[in-house]
């Protein structure tokens, strides 16, 4: 059965097509500038990658170019072959805790969220439109980056603010990345053979996040009420003072879209080295000696390992701790310090196995405490995943 994973941004459509249950990948591909001039597309197939520049004013001139594509490049006859499409979707709040098939109720509750995701669930809506206009067979089904951490209790949910704002502004934590904590924590068993584990899921790209996951539950997750919660990003600041706030809006006569700009654009990596938001960067500013790169460096790192210790607690003891995304799977420095960091606890890591770059790899040493792997996350194939469970 072939079925289509989707993640639709507001200006582009990234997609994956998969024969399932096999989950061999058919075709993948990105259409960018969507409404935009210079809009294009690129496509991945059979090892090559082809660009083309084409007009594309809104999501479903995207999706027809892509049926034409598939059957072009004859990977189906009709578009009736795709029996399901499945859309990743940033926010779904506190109503979903797992995949769903799309229904009018459903959009609109999504709609409703855009408020607690406005660049993102506002794209998704419009992904899943075109896609029910263009391929009016399949099964439309929303992935939920939120789902996952629905099993957070209470108790960790919660914000010390006025109790009565969780419930009449949503105010609470529900965490992001929940896609990816939940492929790495699930291969992680499968790999562990067993399903009564305590793992530490590390999701390090642009945007980061931890889990603490027991028994393939997640119990916690440092990001909060939005990606900006928990550890030092690219450029967004994670947790910080909140009366910080109202002073620094107060003292430079900042507006709330002012400050929202510098806490999620303009801090983090960024902010602190004042040089990129990129990882890579950071660590070409190391090697040149750049004090402020060294200095964002450190605070990121021990940002990560402040996480990894309280998780490590609230777990009792921890079987695995795994890094993902791009500089989780990317960057042996990075993980490096911050195994370096755990020390304490025993955990040890050996430099040769270190020296992997997005392979599925455990990377301690064999008398370290606790086992810690590289495993690359697949967002795309735990969609289609959950989209295969219900279509077929
Ligand atoms: P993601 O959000 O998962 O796509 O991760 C993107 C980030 O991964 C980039 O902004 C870089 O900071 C980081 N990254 C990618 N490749 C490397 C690398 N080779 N070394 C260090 N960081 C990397």
Not at 3 to 29: R, T, Y
Not at 211 to 229: D, E, H, R, Y
Not at 271 to 282: F, K, L, N, Y
Not at 341 to 363: A, M, S, T
Request: glycine share 8%; net charge negative; with cysteine.
């Amino acid at each position: 059965m072939k079925i289509l994973s989707v993640n639709a941004g507001s200006s582009s459509l990234k997609f994956q097509l998969f024969e399932m249950p096999e989950e061999e990948v058919l075709i993948s591909g990105n259409f960018e500038r969507i409404g935009i001039d210079g809009s294009f597309y690129t496509i991945k197939l059979d090892g090559d990658k082809i660009k083309k520049e084409i007009n594309l004013p809104d999501h479903k001139v995207a999706f027809e170019i892509l049926v034409k594509e598939l059957i072009d490049n004859k990977i189906v006859s009709s578009l009736e072959e795709i029996k399901g499409i499945g859309h990743r979707v940033v926010q779904g709040g506190s109503y979903f805790d797992k995949t769903e098939i799309v229904t009018e109720d459903i959009i609109s509750k999504i709609d409703e969220l855009s408020a607690l995701a406005p660049l993102h669930n506002p794209a998704a809506i419009v992904g899943i439109k075109a896609a029910h206009e263009v391929f009016k067979n399949a099964v439309n089904t929303v992935v939920f980056d939120t789902a996952f951490h629905q099993t957070m209790e209470e108790e960790v949910y919660l914000y010390a603010l006025p109790y009565e704002w969780a419930k009449d502004y949503k105010i609470r934590r529900y965490g992001a990345h929940g896609t990816s904590h939940k492929y790495i924590a699930d291969r992680m068993n499968e790999i562990l053979g067993k399903t009564d584990t305590k793992l530490i899921t590390c999701h390090i790209g642009n945007g980061a996040s931890i889990s603490a996951v027991k028994n393939g539950i997640c119990i916690n997750t440092s990001m909060g009420l939005t990606p900006n919660a928990g550890l030092i990003m690219g450029s967004r600041c994670g947790d910080i003072d909140a009366t910080i706030v109202p002073y620094i809006m107060d003292k430079l006569k900042l507006s709330t879209k002012e400050i929202d700009n510098i806490l999620n654009k303009q801090s983090g990596l960024l902010g602190i080295s004042g040089v990129s938001s990129d990882s890579r960067d950071i660590e070409e500013g190391i090697s040149k000696g750049n004090d402020r790169c060294i200095l964002a460096r450190k605070m990121y790192v021990r940002r990560i390992i402040d996480y990894i210790a309280k998780y490590y607690v609230e777990l009792g003891g921890c079987d695995a701790i795994i890094f993902t995304a791009g500089v989780g799977e990317n960057s042996k420095e990075t993980r490096k310090a911050v195994i370096d960091g755990l020390e304490v606890l025993g955990i040890k890591i050996d430099e040769e196995r270190n020296k992997v770059r997005g392979e599925e790899v455990k990377i301690s040493s064999d008398d370290s405490k606790v086992l810690v792997y590289v495993i690359p996350t697949n967002e795309e194939l735990m969609i289609a995943r959950d989209t295969y469970n219900l279509a077929k």
